[in-house]
């Protein structure tokens, strides 16, 4: 009797076993995602549909030749963004020439498949080139900002639903009048340089939705307090003096076990932006989880689905958000591993961070951030009476 009941848990436990691997491998075929109940009405992009948000993530374009990976963006986006190509440095190998292929790799494989596009980023204190600070003056600053929009944005006219014109342009802590960063643009062209590129833009494709992105406005404290007024101080001064401008990015790149809540602050910015009569996308959607004082896997991914849940409850609570961008697919490439190193608590421990794990399972998060849009749905906020001010250029 116990011998049978000893090989009959053995066997059970081989199967399992064998089920197990066979699982992992077949996890990298569509077959296996539909099982999985992930493709097709049930796939983010249908679900996000239901609740008037287009969603997708950032694309690694040397990621595009892995079937795998480019079977999920087709399967799951219905708008994707650059997660590299379209910064300056891979665009400017140097001061005359530009190299479009990286970015055009993404352009054709989001028009083949039908998938809107998000462009990222015009200007950037980051990914600059290296000949830039020798060549770049005072004299001939403008120019060059001109000249980078008119020919990046002229070249993919009428095929970007948005772009990010310009990026993480506040950081108090430098101490420039309204909290301007102190970056290349400021220093060679002072706080001109913000409404230089939002003309530029419009000029270059005038029915593009031009986007003012940033972090750092999610969290219920004093830092993240004092971002959110001088971004919307900012917002104010560009309406007021006409500059066109016509959407605001929240980067959202949250953390898991972080201390301060994310509620008032940012339902209260949000609502201020739409008050401005601009449109809403969470952009970089990511959760750090470097800070879990825990290495049980199953643990942190329910913390890391707990984390987009609490997030995107109130992110997603506001009609005018009309994007939701993931910053990144599967766990194996997001930038948190090998961005920000030197902030790390848990350098050896690679993250969690994102919706796929390293074999392209979906995990907690994708299911979390799925029933958020399906809250949303079900609350009604997309359907409730859209900004009034603003044409609705996403056709959703
Ligand atoms: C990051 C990319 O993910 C990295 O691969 C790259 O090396 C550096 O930039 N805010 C932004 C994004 O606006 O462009 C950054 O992306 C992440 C922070």
């Given amino acids: 009797m116990e011998y049978l009941l000893a090989g009959r848990s053995r066997r059970e436990f081989l199967s399992t076993l064998?089920?197990?691997?066979?699982?992992?491998?077949?996890?990298?075929?569509?077959?296996?995602?539909?099982?999985?109940?992930?493709?097709?009405?049930?796939?983010?992009?249908?679900?996000?549909?239901?609740?008037?948000?287009?969603?997708?993530?950032?694309?690694?374009?040397?990621?595009?030749s892995d079937p795998t990976y480019a079977r999920i963006l087709v399967e799951q986006a219905s708008i994707l963004v650059p997660e590299r190509a379209l910064k300056w440095v891979p665009l400017r190998p140097s001061p005359d020439k530009f190299d479009f292929t990286q970015a055009d790799l993404l352009v054709d494989f989001a028009q083949r498949h039908k998938i809107h596009l998000r462009g990222h980023t015009l200007v950037w204190h980051e990914a600059i080139?290296?000949?830039?600070?020798?060549?770049?003056?005072?004299d001939n600053a403008r120019r060059f900002l001109e000249e980078h929009i008119a020919a990046v944005v002229g070249r993919y006219k009428g095929k970007m639903q948005s772009w990010d014109v310009v990026n993480e342009a506040i950081l108090p802590k430098d101490n420039q009048p309204g909290g301007l960063r102190n970056s290349p643009w400021f220093k060679l062209l002072g706080p001109d340089y913000i409404e230089i590129a939002f003309r530029a833009a419009r000029k270059a494709d005038p029915h593009l939705v031009l986007t003012y992105n940033d972090y750092g406005v999610e969290y219920d404290n004093d830092e993240d307090a004092e971002r959110r007024k001088l971004i919307l101080d900012l917002l104010r001064s560009l309406k007021s003096k006409g500059v066109p401008l016509d959407a605001v990015g929240i980067q959202s790149h949250i953390k898991a076990a972080y201390p301060a809540t994310i509620g008032q602050g940012l339902r209260d910015?949000?609502?201020?932006?739409?008050?401005?009569?601009?449109?809403?996308?969470?952009?970089?959607?990511?959760?750090?989880?470097?800070?879990?004082?825990?290495?049980?896997?199953?643990?942190?991914?329910?913390?890391?689905?707990?984390?987009?849940?609490?997030?995107?409850?109130?992110?997603?609570?506001?009609p005018d958000v009309k994007a939701v961008l993931i910053w990144g697919v599967g766990d194996s490439h997001t930038w948190l591993n090998n961005g920000p190193t030197h902030h790390r608590k848990q350098p050896n421990r690679p993250q969690r961070s994102l919706p796929f794990d390293n074999d392209y399972k979906p995990k907690p998060a994708f299911f979390a951030i799925r029933d958020a849009f399906d809250q949303r749905h079900r609350s009604g906020s997309n359907t409730k009476k859209s900004n009034p001010h603003k044409a609705d250029h996403l056709g959703i």
């Fill in 129 to 138: 080139p290296d000949w830039f600070d020798s060549t770049v003056t005072k």
């Fill in 269 to 318: 910015y949000m609502s201020a932006v739409r008050d401005l009569g601009l449109q809403l996308f969470l952009t970089e959607l990511d959760v750090n989880e470097d800070d879990l004082p825990y290495d049980d896997v199953p643990h942190r991914d329910q913390t890391i689905a707990q984390t987009y849940t609490d997030f995107l409850n109130v992110g997603l609570a506001n």
């Fill in 18 to 64: 064998a089920q197990a691997a066979a699982f992992t491998l077949a996890s990298r075929t569509p077959a296996a995602w539909a099982q999985q109940g992930i493709s097709g009405p049930n796939s983010l992009k249908a679900h996000a549909h239901r609740a008037g948000l287009l969603t997708g993530f950032a694309v690694d374009t040397n990621l595009l």
